[in-house]
């Protein structure tokens, strides 16, 4: 099983800052045939299931604000929220789909 | 519109069984894989398996193989989670999600969840 460590556990951040979740891969995510990223990235409020943030490790989902952006390539990645705005607090999950089974990181909650 | 739509909350004593199921609705159900989540009390989010509803394939991770069945009625466009004799530790939600399709190498297959049920709260106490 590819194992995904996500750091920080967690991370408090002023309004209208920048908040950066680094995601990390056992194995490369990186498919060589087509040089695509299998990674995707969650935020999940209290009460509701997750929403889909990105996608192939930086392609935002439609809908998702630009404030939300993903970076990286082969074993690590990064979720960064440039000018955190308060709905942004929220836990965060990187989840992999390169194989199965498709194993989520451990979390990072974002606080103000 | 695409709509996922989970049973609601069971309470439930230890040794019992249980299915839960998920409705799904605005699209080609057997054409997409639908994976079950769990989330324990406080915790992260576990992938335990997913079905493709055109042929019930499944595949489970190891964590869960053995202790839950996935499968799937077309007919009526559900997926279903089951228990045969429920624990203490299965307290938790479980959500059902679709995965998004990628497609290489003249193969599809799937890839992150794009679409969530709104959760089902098992809780298991004697």
């Keep these: ?5 996500q750091s920080p ?6 309004l209208g800052e920048r908040a950066t979740i680094n995601c990390k891969s056992s194995q490369s995510l990186l498919y060589s045939s087509d040089n695509k ?7 999940q409020k209290p ?21 939300f952006s993903g970076s990286g390539s082969g074993t690590d990645f990064t979720l960064t ?25 451990g979390g990072t909650k974002v606080g103000i | 519109e695409v709509q ?15 299915k839960i199921s998920c409705k799904a609705s605005g699209y080609s159900f057997t054409y997409y894989w639908i994976g ?13 398996g997913m079905i493709y509803p055109g042929d019930s394939d499944t595949r489970y991770s190891p964590s869960f193989q053995g202790q839950v069945t996935i499968s799937a009625d077309k007919s009526i466009t559900t997926a279903y989670l089951q228990w045969s004799s429920l624990r203490a530790s299965d ?6 999600a679709r995965h998004g399709r990628f497609c290489r190498d003249d193969s599809c297959y799937p890839a992150y969840f794009d679409y969530w049920g709104q959760g089902t709260l098992v809780t298991v106490s004697s």
């Design chain 1, 47 to 67: 009460g509701q299931p997750p929403k889909l943030l990105i996608y192939l490790a930086s392609t935002r989902e439609s809908g998702v604000p630009d404030r």
């Design chain 1, 37 to 43: 990223n299998y990674l995707a990235w969650y935020q």
């Design chain 2, 4 to 18: 996922l739509v989970q049973s609601g909350a069971e309470v439930k004593k230890p040794g019992e069984s249980l």
């Design chain 2, 36 to 48: 079950w989540v769990r989330q324990m009390p406080g915790k992260g989010l576990e992938w335990m």
């Design chain 1, 81 to 105: 929220i440039t000018s955190l705005q308060a709905e942004d607090v929220a836990l965060y999950y990187c989840q992999q789909y390169y194989s199965s089974p498709k194993t989520f990181g």
């Design chain 1, 1 to 5: 099983d590819i194992v995904m460590t």
């Design chain 2, 91 to 96: 307290t938790a939600v479980y959500y059902c």
């Design chain 1, 9 to 14: 556990d967690s991370l408090v951040v002023s």
